[in-house]
Every structure is written in C-alpha cells, then in structure tokens.
C-alpha cells in the first residue's frame, strides 16, 4: 500500500493512513470525471463546428450550381 500511495504513508508510524487513501482516491476519480466531461464537451464543439463547415459547403454548392455559369 505504501508503494501504491506513497503521499499517504506516515514514516514516523510506518503506517499508510486509510482517510488519507480514500481522499485520494476520491480526487482521482473526480478529476477522472473532469477529464471524461471535457472529453465530451471538446467533441461536441467538434462535430458542431464540422456541421457548421459542411452547411457552409452546402451553401455554396447551391449558389454554384444556380449561377448562370454553372
């Protein structure tokens, strides 16, 4: 346990401190759930913006193609 989480080994009692084990795991698995819902949200404004690009394209698909040139 004391090479697992070494932050949370008292040297003076050569114990590891429980509490201490359970806070942090508690802060790994908050700042895992950080991580993930970042994750998401950058793949959200992702796909947003990559419909925003092909409905730009669209767009200028169809003034091409309704140009007298085209």
Do not use: F
């Not at 942090?24 to 819902?37: M, N, S, V």
């Not at 169809?62 to 085209?70: H, V």
């Amino acid at each position: 346990m004391a090479q697992k989480y070494p932050e949370c080994y008292n040297s003076s009692t050569h114990r590891v401190i429980q509490k201490s084990i359970e806070n942090l795991a508690d802060a790994r698995i908050k700042k895992q759930q950080e991580l993930d819902e970042k994750k998401h949200r950058d793949e959200e404004v992702a796909r947003l913006e990559a419909e925003k690009i092909a409905t730009e394209a669209r767009k200028a698909r169809a003034e091409y193609e309704r140009s007298p040139k085209g």
